[in-house]
């Protein structure tokens, strides 16, 4: 824990090194950045964090992890997010110039209530920045996206795309 909590940034006090590249990046491109995450600190708590910022630089989201993830398999992995981090409270629905977006993070894919609630909500895409280990893997993350097509169809349904007013290519994992 005092590991992540020395990579740990301020997000809300502007003192986070990624948070302010992500910044400048979008600004001077003009673009929509979904940030991955950033451990952060806030009120003597870590959370696992991803902001949104828009076009001109300012954070338009933040989502706070809501599912922590834990696995204990005996003899390769025991893995405990709540041992670090705080979970979320709020689903992060953010309006952007490319659509309504959902965020989760990483684990928070594997509970489609979630999926189906940004739907409910608008959401025209849900992202979900995401790193797996190496013991739940490859096919775990495949099924996962999968399972999640049904209730959200953005890439499949033009009349959807041509909301927007620049041109997207997707490749879909198969």
Not at 68 to 84: N, V
Not at 113 to 118: D, G, H, Q, T, V
Request: hydrophobic content about 40%; overall charge negative.
């Amino acid at each position: 824990m005092e590991t992540m909590r020395s990579y740990a940034e301020d997000i809300d006090g502007g003192r986070s090194p990624s948070v302010s590249m992500l910044s400048e990046v979008a600004a001077a491109r003009k673009i929509t950045i979904v940030g991955g995450s950033v451990p952060e600190m806030a009120s003597g708590q870590l959370f696992n964090t991803c902001c949104v910022v828009g076009p001109d630089g300012e954070i338009k989201a933040k989502h706070r992890k809501l599912h922590l993830f834990g696995i204990d398999i005996p003899g390769d992995i025991t893995f405990r997010e709540s041992d670090t981090f705080t979970a979320g409270q709020e689903p992060t629905v953010v309006d952007t110039d490319v659509g309504r977006i959902g965020i989760g993070i990483c684990h928070d894919i594997r509970f489609p209530e979630l999926a189906m609630l940004y739907r409910s909500r608008g959401a025209h895409l849900i992202c979900y920045p995401s790193a797996f280990n190496m013991s739940t893997g490859q096919l775990l993350w495949d099924l996962m996206q999968k399972s999640r097509f049904h209730y959200i169809t953005l890439l499949s349904s033009p009349t959807v795309l041509s909301l927007f007013s620049r041109q997207f290519f997707v490749q879909l994992v198969s």
